[in-house]
């Protein structure tokens, strides 16, 4: 099972929020690193908030776009 930890960046959809999960790749040649940035649609029943650090696991599909679910909310984000 594939387990992600990312930022939420977007909660515009009901019960779905916008998960940016950052990695470093190196350069296999150059050896330079980079960040690669992806975005997934994630099933939030938790009811998150944009800036909130969360893990998120695969899932059965919950429709086109949504094959993930929201496991726990690492940190909150501060006010």
Known sequence: MKIFQGKVVAVKMAK????????VVVDPL????????KKYHVHDEIGVKEGDRVKFAAS????????????EVITNKKV
């Open 16 to 23: 779905t929020a916008t998960v940016a999960v950052t990695r």
């Open 30 to 37: 150059y050896k330079k690193r980079f960040k690669r940035i």
């Open 60 to 71: 059965a599909p919950v429709s086109k776009l949504k094959k993930w679910k929201i496991m």
